[in-house]
């Protein structure tokens, strides 16, 4: 990554441009997009288009591509969506710290109207992979798919696929993929949120 490339800790900051920080904390998302790629996965086929850079890493478009399916397979059930469910969040987190080997944590998403369903361990690229689901009102269900990587810290990255996007990031050794439905702009608000409290709760 090249050396003028912002710290870490500032790549996904609310308020972050490739100019410099900004007055509105809603320019969050428009800020960081204009320097980050973004990609698009359609029909099966994962097409990623980068705006005046090179190609993604192939360690974004799998680890986007496993989250995608992790979500679409768990947030049709009923019955079983998750293996520890979310009244038991200290439970859930202690589990899956131990069995991932970096600090799971589950952030409490109601200011964006989630609630936390649960979560479950699943494969990851190279390892265990933790899993969290969280449900709105109106049935609306955000998922969050962690796991380790070789990858340094990155900005963010959104994917798409048919109904549902997502947006990726890593720090410290480990990749977060945040996935709902089609609207961006609601989508980075919760990856947002998720980024804040993780980044703060040193998950």
């Known amino acids: 990554m090249p050396a003028t490339t912002p710290s870490p800790r500032n790549r996904c900051r609310p308020g972050w441009s490739s100019n410099g920080w900004s007055a509105a904390p809603r320019q969050w998302l428009y800020g960081a997009a204009a320097a980050v790629l973004v990609a698009f996965l359609a029909g099966g086929t994962v097409g990623w288009v980068a705006h005046g850079a090179k190609a993604v890493p192939s360690t974004f478009q799998s680890f986007t591509e496993d989250a995608l399916d992790a979500h679409r397979l768990y947030v049709v059930e009923v019955r079983h969506p998750v293996e520890v469910p979310g009244n038991e969040r200290d439970h859930l987190q202690a589990w899956l710290t131990k069995r991932c080997g ?4 589950a952030p409490n998403l109601e200011a964006s109207g989630l609630k936390l369903v649960g979560g479950r ?3 990851g690229p ?37 109904k549902d996007g997502s947006l990726f990031w890593a720090e410290r050794g480990v990749g ?15 990856a947002q949120a998720v980024y804040d409290q993780t980044e703060k709760n040193g998950g």
């Open 102 to 105: 970096w600090t799971v944590f």
């Open 121 to 123: 361990l699943l494969p």
């Open 176 to 190: 977060y993929v945040v996935t709902g439905g089609n609207d961006r702009d609601r989508l980075t608000k919760v």
């Open 126 to 162: 190279s390892g265990p992979a933790s899993f969290l689901m969280y449900e709105g009102p109106s049935g609306e269900r955000f998922t969050i798919y962690t796991a380790k990587t070789e990858s340094g810290a990155t900005q963010m990255r959104y994917a798409k696929a048919d």
